[in-house]
């Protein structure tokens, strides 16, 4: 979302300036790379800045700020570092000035627990009342911005996002600890409802209809209140949401000497290595260990020529700049047409292709094989190229990833995992989800069910904690 935010004018509100909650689900694409940076979760605001009450990222640290008469009377500063860029995060924001311990009056919840050590922290007095609150006219709901008119824009992903105007709820409303695994877990929509009055001006943004992500679900059908918000910018829906994480391109693998990265584009686009005798063009988040697993990729215009499959040590392929299938665990099929392990041609003549056309990677690591598609259709006839098997990688793992063979001004790259968009524009015509029902596709991931892949029929997935679960990773 770093190109949108969803805004409204707000009414008469509930609180009377007292009493609210914020709740969002997060994933950044700029945790380990916006030192110094902000992006708004949530905000009310005037044009003039005179009052404000905030929860936003300010470099890598969630903060909570009140502002009255042009002057901060309530602030928190958090001390966490939130680096992973490959988690979403739960963030509460508490407000009760009528708490009579200070400490109370203003509170951040991370994945449920209640932040208590902050580097600067300043608490308002008693039954103060902040104006942006309060006011039923001249001020701005905003999600994904910080800034009048989004100054300061998210720079990734959001979910489930609720504001309570008038009641100050712990953050147990929206979330709870799995009793298995210990891992804090979203409430369902219906859960939030059930436990939770809106107020006048609050409202549950999920997101879940993509012509109009802005729509207020306080109730399953929209009956009754609805607060809309508009979109602006160009913010598309995303099958990544925290009960089922998606793969993005991760910024641990990135060469400090040239960096490659457009989190605008939620981590999912970008450009390999510019400089003279450079190729590395990024690796996934989520490794892969077993099972069968789909993904497209699409190149754009910079096109230098790309290679495109998987990194056995991503890091050692990104410390020296080398592109996909240099190192001896790599697989490429390359836009040259040949197939590449090891820095050594294993196959050639397998057809070339350019920017615009949509590279399915096929990878079987119940039978370590792997395959590829140009615009749907498998090269090779369908006959796989033997990997080795994942345990004996360096890591145990396999990750998607790409590089240009050209080693000099950078290709550009587009990564589909099924969220169901190449860089800023979703998916038209026909597609396609796995046979769990899981992504957004452009072409099949088991090829329609055809005996294509070594003379069998095999079912791909898409790359999500749902289907690592319960299928390997």
């Known amino acids: 979302m770093a190109d949108s935010y969803l805004y409204r004018t707000q009414g008469a509100p509930t609180g009377a300036g007292k009493k609210c909650t914020a709740s969002a689900w997060v994933k950044s694409c700029r945790w380990s790379l916006a030192a110094g940076g902000t992006g708004g979760i949530f905000e009310v605001r005037n044009s003039a800045t005179t009052s404000t009450w905030d929860i936003y990222v300010d470099g890598n640290n969630i903060v909570m700020g009140v502002l009255d008469s042009s002057a901060w009377v309530g602030s928190l500063v958090g001390t966490p570092k939130l680096y992973d860029n490959s988690a979403w995060y739960h963030v509460v924001a508490i407000w009760d000035s009528t708490e009579s311990t200070d400490t109370n009056r203003m509170q951040i919840w991370i994945n449920g627990v209640k932040e208590t050590v902050f580097s600067s922290s300043t608490y308002p007095s008693e039954d103060h009342i902040n104006t942006a609150l309060a006011s039923s006219s001249g001020y701005q709901q905003q999600w994904g911005a910080y800034g009048y008119g989004g100054t300061s824009k998210w720079d990734g992903y959001l979910a489930q996002c609720v504001f309570v105007d008038g009641l100050a709820l712990p953050a147990t409303t929206f979330g709870s600890f799995d009793a298995t695994t210990g891992e804090w877990k979203p409430k369902s929509d219906g859960e ?282």
């Open 192 to 473: 939030v409802r059930s436990a939770v009055t809106f107020g006048d001006q609050g409202c549950l943004i999920n997101f879940s209809n993509a012509s109009n992500l802005g729509y207020d679900y306080q109730t399953s059908d929209r009956s009754g209140t609805t607060n809309d918000f508009t979109v602006s910018g160009d913010g598309m829906q995303s099958q990544d949401n925290p009960s089922n994480n998606f793969p993005t391109i991760s910024p641990n693998y990135m060469p400090f000497d040239d960096p490659i990265f457009y989190p605008d584009i939620g981590n999912l686009y970008c450009q390999s290595q510019t400089s003279a005798s450079t190729y590395f063009g990024g690796a996934a988040t989520m490794g892969l260990s077993k099972g069968k697993w789909y993904w497209e990729t699409k190149g754009y215009t910079g096109w230098n020529g790309g290679a495109i499959g998987v990194f056995g040590d991503p890091q050692k392929s990104a410390d020296n700049d080398r592109t996909c299938g240099y190192n001896p665990h790599d697989w490429a099929y390359r836009s040259d047409g040949q197939v590449e392990n090891n820095n050594t041609t294993q196959d050639t003549g397998m057809g070339t292709y350019s920017s615009g056309e949509v590279i399915g990677t096929y990878l079987d690591l119940d039978n370590n094989k792997i395959y590829w598609a140009k615009d749907g259709t498998i090269i090779n006839s369908g006959t796989g190229w033997t990997i080795t098997a994942a345990a004996s990688t360096t890591h145990g793992f396999y990750f998607p990833g790409q590089g240009d063979i050209a080693g000099s001004g950078g290709s550009y790259f587009a990564l589909n995992y099924g969220n169901g968009w190449f860089k800023d524009a979703a998916l038209t015509g026909t597609t396609y989800n796995d046979a769990q029902g899981q992504g957004i596709f452009k072409y099949s991931p088991n090829d329609g069910g055809a005996s294509s892949f070594d003379s069998s029929a095999k079912d791909f997935l898409a790359i999500c904690t749902k289907n690592l679960k319960t299928y390997g990773g």
